[in-house]
């Protein structure tokens, strides 16, 4: 077993090792590779030159500490069970203490993950609501650029709340990005319903921001007390308060 950054020679089996864990179509995974991916980081477990598992993650803020967001951490089907993932989560966090990141996290595609990520370390991050509404009254809402989100995503966010400048133009390949007087919005729609990755700021406004799109119902997740979230100490850092945008 080896674990290292990728070559080049990899971004063919890593595409193919994307598709396998998570049913992506090949536009998205591209889109990825070019608007999110870095080697440097990239992590990938090989097996007699096979590539078994990877992850990979984005750069992130809290309060002046460098955070890691983990991301589309995968093991091949035919590695499975075999502790591939553990290797290779031990070995990323290692790295990250070297290159003075403070705190790994990430977000469980599942809720049975959570369970396993707690073997490795990881700890509960509540910081999570959801509610559904329908259309109602109206309000100032305009698209936003990466550059416009993250400015006053920033400025909206709770205090101790993680800034997620690095992948939001990946976001903004697939999701919607907007921002209003008092609140900014991540999401998708789909058969006239919303589905909102992240309101921050105003959550009242979710039945107007339906209306303003032209849209029948939605569901958004705001910041709340639910289990959302986990992260890994790598060093003394605090917990940050809130990490709420999911690149899902």
Known sequence: MNIDFPSASQYPALKELWAEAFGDEESFIELFFSTGFSPERCRCVTVNGDLAAALYWFDCEAEGRKLAYLYAVATAKARQGKGFCRALMENTHALLREQGYGVAVLIPGERGLFEMYAKMGYQNLPCMDSFSCTASGNCDIRPATP??????????????????????????????????????????????????????????????????????????????????????????????????????
């Open 147 to 248: 550059e416009e989100y993250a400015i006053t995503r920033n400025a909206l966010l709770p205090a101790g709340g993680v800034r997620q400048e690095m992948g939001l133009s990946y976001l903004a390949g697939y999701a919607e990005l907007y921002i209003g007087k008092d609140f900014t919005l991540a999401g998708s729609r789909k058969d006239n319903t919303f589905t909102a990755m992240e309101l921050l700021g105003n959550r009242n406004a979710a039945p107007a921001i339906l209306s303003a799109l032209g849209l029948e119902k939605g569901t958004f997740r705001v910041p709340g007390s639910s289990p959302f979230a986990m992260y890994h100490p790598l060093s003394v850092a605090p917990a940050p308060s809130y990490f709420g945008l999911a690149f899902d």
